[in-house]
């Protein structure tokens, strides 16, 4: 199970950072299914995306606290933010440029940045990502 979870988080890091490798010429978002490990969509960034990102950054409330934040089933949303955000808050003060968006199945959604330093950080926050997900045509 320890093996599994650590399988998963590099997968997570590899296949976002190496994404992230071509960043200056891949702005679009990437819709992961965790289950498949497999990208299902792939479309550009637009300002109602970019909007209701900030929304979600803005309301971030507290941390998440699994031992295995990552879940083996559901969906992870990688969104680019263009211009980069200054995200200052009591657990990170960092300029970023993407955020994760992860959708478990069975859990309230949460997400996912790093920090200059590829620290990690997962973070709880209130905002119903509805319109989000409509407007990337995602089911909801």
Do not use: C, H
Request: aromatic share 12%; glycine share 2%.
């Amino acid at each position: 199970m320890l093996q599994k979870m650590l399988l998963s988080i590099v997968f997570v890091f590899f296949f976002f950072n190496l994404s992230g490798v071509n960043a200056e010429s891949n702005k679009n978002i990437e819709i992961m299914d965790i289950e498949k490990n497999k990208i299902i969509k792939v479309t550009p960034i637009d300002s109602n995306i970019q909007l209701e990102t900030e929304k979600i950054i803005k309301e971030i409330n507290g941390v998440v606290k699994a031992f295995k934040p990552i879940p083996d089933k559901g969906y992870m949303i990688k969104i680019p933010l263009e211009p980069s955000y200054q995200l200052e808050n009591r657990w990170i003060n960092a300029l970023i440029d993407e955020v994760i968006l992860i959708i478990p199945e069975t859990e309230n959604p949460f997400l996912l940045t790093f920090d200059d330093e590829n620290n990690s950080y997962f973070f709880t926050f209130p905002v119903k990502i509805d319109k989000l997900l409509k407007t990337l045509e995602f089911p909801i």
